[in-house]
């Protein structure tokens, strides 16, 4: 009997622990914390309103992006829709429900800057990046995002390096 008495208190305390100002289902993964990306620090703040923006940006009202432009957001990974850069591999993988190799999800990629990207030109979306994991969805349906990470290309093997790694959080 007691036993059954604790489970409840248990979950009742795991969902008081999201921020009660912020809707909860972006709290199902990672939770969103203030990141340095190779030096470059973003605030909580930051990575909450590019989390949303690649919310929205995907939902059901998207509009494609004027000839030129870049668009997000963008399908993050290899050909195969699976992240191949080896320590985000491993920052996913370390997070429950964001693991690299999931059947039915991809992963969706929006740029994380301050002020929050609005659009642009090629390259104008700078080096850092938040990423989400939403499961497959047919035409027309709309699909639900969940933030897993921050990334950059900062801190590479120089020049030309596309490689993509962690974002620590601070």
């Not at 909580?44 to 998207?62: E, H, I, T, W, Y």
């Not at 591999?89 to 991809?106: D, F, R, S, W, Y």
């Not at 995002?145 to 601070?170: E, K, L, M, P």
């Amino acid at each position: 009997m007691q036993f059954t008495l604790l489970i409840p208190l248990f979950a009742a305390t795991l969902v008081a622990a999201a921020p009660s100002n912020e809707p909860a289902e972006l709290y199902k993964r990672a939770d969103i914390y203030a990141v340095d990306c190779g030096g470059q620090q973003y605030a909580r703040q930051d990575v909450q309103a590019a989390f949303n923006s690649l919310v929205a940006a995907g939902g059901p009202n998207a509009q494609k992006p004027a000839a030129g432009n870049r668009a997000y957001p963008r399908q993050y990974g290899d050909n195969k829709a699976m992240p191949s850069d080896t320590e985000v591999v491993t920052a996913l993988n370390a997070i429950p429900g964001c693991e690299a190799g999931q059947t039915g999800t991809k992963y969706f990629e929006f740029p994380l800057a301050d002020p929050v990207w609005n659009g642009g030109a090629q390259g104008s979306q700078g080096p850092d990046r938040v990423i989400a994991i939403a499961p497959n969805v047919g035409q027309g349906q709309t699909r639900s995002y969940t933030y897993c990470v921050s990334i950059t290309h900062r801190g590479g093997g120089g020049q030309g390096d596309g490689s993509f790694r962690a974002c620590q959080n601070i």
